[in-house]
């Protein structure tokens, strides 16, 4: 990877109207960012970004940032990360968290809440978690989206006047990208995922959705073959910096994402005729979300949704104050945490794809919510603001809420589980299967000389497609039996893929036939896919 200080072209003409505001140390101006600079009217393009990352490095602590070009997006910007760390820290022995903001560029107080914190490591703040932690960050994730802003895109948010698209260049929506990996900025996402192997990953959002009473809401992982112990980790994890931004001297309320919505649960996980539970229901468990996903590489994936309706500022704000408070926690459950990971990956790789008491790691599929709990939820109101330009209305967030308790469900089940295998085997894979293995840091090889393995095979019985494609595809549902283990003729340049390795949940997730969101799910077996699943189990 390349290192480099970057100094934009427009650096020079604008840090001299952007170091305005007093910092902490006597005699020192530290740049302040678009929203700072324009009343909150504004949110920053990339050059303004650079031009402020540029800044930061006059700081009294400047030395504590280094900022880095990590790949390129389809238009051939360049996708920047900015690493904080203590100038003498072992990086290896420290805990690793890594932030990106604007996957979504419409969703902006991310952006800027980052741009903040850095500022402050840059003033010498957070000394605490920079003893722990290097933290890495991306304050832009989706540039060629935000270099898109138009006062037509999400006018019903509450400010900035204009921000960027949802998409990226090619039309893809960048958290629905993580399994089939088309866009290049997903691929340098992933990169970044096995290079650092962050402990934690944070996605900064702003949600759309529902009129509810919180500054922010949060989500942790939620497929339900994430490592068990690190999804209940996540959640305590979650609880806790809940509870320290509900009693802060600022205080704000935060809450598991959701919607309020009215759906069919006959009370036992099936669908019921009726649609009649009027619920607050959060959103998938699909690894296809860059949250669920890292979840499968057993690390902490946290999502962020401050509230569309809130002001600008507060949101941006709030998304800072969640992700330090998260942090503050992460810190104090340090060997906790450890002890969690080291676990994890054990269970399926030195283990031998079995439990940390010997019982076999476990793949799920056929998934539905849980139960609900029944908690008590906000309920929020808007005012409805018209713009000045005539193009519609804004929804500003009125101050008060009501409390009503409901049936809340935040996680999910699967209703069938299938032991994971000793190995995945693959005759004749195709380039593009292989290729995407490799992003995902999927550990294979590719026999050199012919095997006779006892494999099992999935017969395929029926092909479901929906009526419209989806992110570019016709996603695909197969259904089928497998059937009993067979000696098999493995030939020369068959892919083998471990299944003991530390990835090994999300392989199974990418290449299980009745996995609902697998590389089969977004087309790369079909035509491989007659009347036999082209991946076989090898037992």
Avoid at 333 to 353: M, N, P, Q, W
Wanted: hydrophobic fraction near 40%.
């Amino acid at each position: 990877m390349r290192i480099h200080v970057l100094v934009p072209s427009l650096a020079i003409a604008l840090l001299a109207s952007s170091c305005t505001r007093p910092a902490t140390s006597p005699g020192v101006s530290a740049p302040r960012t678009t929203p700072e600079r324009t009343d909150y009217a504004s949110t920053s393009s990339m050059a303004e970004v650079q031009t402020f990352l540029f800044a930061l490095n006059g700081l009294p602590r400047g030395n504590r940032l280094r900022t880095e070009v990590v790949g390129r997006s389809h238009e051939d910007r360049e996708i920047v990360m900015v690493r904080a760390a203590l100038p003498a820290i072992d990086e290896s022995k420290a805990l690793r968290a890594l932030v990106i903001a604007n996957i979504h560029a419409g969703e902006v107080e991310g952006k800027e809440a980052v741009q903040a914190l850095l500022r402050e490591v840059a003033l010498g703040q957070h000394e605490d978690l920079l003893a722990r932690f290097v933290l890495y960050f991306v304050p832009i994730y989706n540039v060629d989206g935000n270099e898109r802003s138009d006062v037509k895109n999400r006018p019903e948010q509450n400010g900035p006047e204009a921000v960027g698209l949802r998409a990226n260049a090619q039309d893809l929506d960048l958290n629905r990208d993580f399994v089939k990996a088309e866009a290049k900025e997903t691929q340098t996402l992933l990169a970044l995922f096995n290079r650092l192997d962050p402990h934690l990953f944070f996605d900064l959002h702003t949600t759309d959705g529902s009129w509810h009473g919180y500054d922010l809401t949060y989500a942790p992982s939620l497929s339900p073959n994430c490592d068990p112990a690190l999804a209940d980790l996540s959640r305590s994890l979650l609880e806790a910096a809940n509870l320290d931004l509900e009693t802060a001297a600022r205080p704000l309320t935060t809450f598991d994402y959701g919607n309020f919505e009215t759906r069919d649960w006959d009370g036992s996980g099936a669908p019921s005729s009726q649609p009649d539970v009027r619920g607050w229901w959060t959103y998938d468990h699909r690894a296809r979300y860059g949250i669920n996903y890292f979840g499968l590489r057993n690390r902490i994936g946290i999502l962020s949704e401050a509230y569309s309706n809130a002001d600008f500022r507060s949101r941006i704000d709030a998304t800072q104050a969640f992700v330090l408070a998260v942090l503050r926690q992460a810190g104090q459950r340090e060997e906790a945490l450890r002890s969690a990971f080291a676990i994890a990956d054990s269970d399926t790789g030195t283990r031998g794809a079995t439990t940390a008491d010997s019982r076999p790691v476990q793949f799920g599929f056929d998934t539905v919510f849980a139960p609900p709990e029944r908690l008590s939820i906000r309920v929020g109101d808007c005012d409805r603001i018209p713009w000045p330009d005539g193009r519609g209305v804004r929804f500003a967030r009125r101050a008060s809420s009501t409390i009503e308790v409901m049936p809340v469900f935040r996680r999910f089940q699967s209703r069938q589980w299938i032991a994971m295998p000793r190995a995945w085997a693959l005759v004749d894979p195709p380039p593009a299967v292989t290729e995407l293995l490799q992003h995902h840091g999927i550990e294979f090889e590719v026999l050199t000389t012919a095997r006779r393995q006892a494999a099992a095979t999935f017969a395929v019985t029926k092909k479901r497609k929906p009526k419209r494609p989806y992110q570019g595809h016709q996603e695909l549902i197969l259904d089928g039996t497998w059937g009993e283990p067979l000696p098999m003729d493995l030939p020369t340049g068959t892919l083998w893929i471990d299944g003991s390795q530390r990835l090994a949940r999300l392989a199974a997730v990418l290449l299980e036939p009745q996995s609902e969101d697998s590389l089969s799910t977004w087309n790369y077996f079909e035509a491989a896919t007659a009347d036999r699943y082209p991946v076989m189990r090898i037992l």
